[in-house]
């Protein structure tokens, strides 16, 4: 894929919260975008592993979404 200087990268992460110093990555998700936001490609989506402790301390809403989702099994499965 050739890229151009105004291609932009555009990553996702899913998190055990909003609070960046205390809370973890568990999913990570990219793709790249031309400047009109046309794909050009799209990258892997990565589960990231997580301990029980740290899956332990999310709060309700990312425990039931995450749950619902698929994404703590893809987590633990990780």
């Known amino acids: 894929m ?3 200087d105004s ?3 555009w990553m996702d992460l899913e ?4 609070d960046p110093k205390a809370d973890f990555i568990i999913e990570i998700a990219t793709v790249v975008t ?4 046309n794909l050009l490609a ?6 990231i592993h997580q301990t029980e ?4 301390r999310m709060d309700d809403w990312n ?3 995450h ?3 698929g994404l703590l099994d893809r987590v633990k499965a990780s």
């Open 2 to 4: 050739a890229m151009s």
């Open 7 to 9: 291609d932009l990268v």
């Open 15 to 18: 998190m055990t919260g909003l």
């Open 34 to 37: 031309d400047a009109q936001l």
């Open 42 to 47: 799209q990258g892997p989506v990565l589960a």
């Open 53 to 56: 402790a740290v899956l332990a």
């Open 63 to 65: 425990q039931t979404t």
């Open 67 to 69: 749950s619902q989702t």
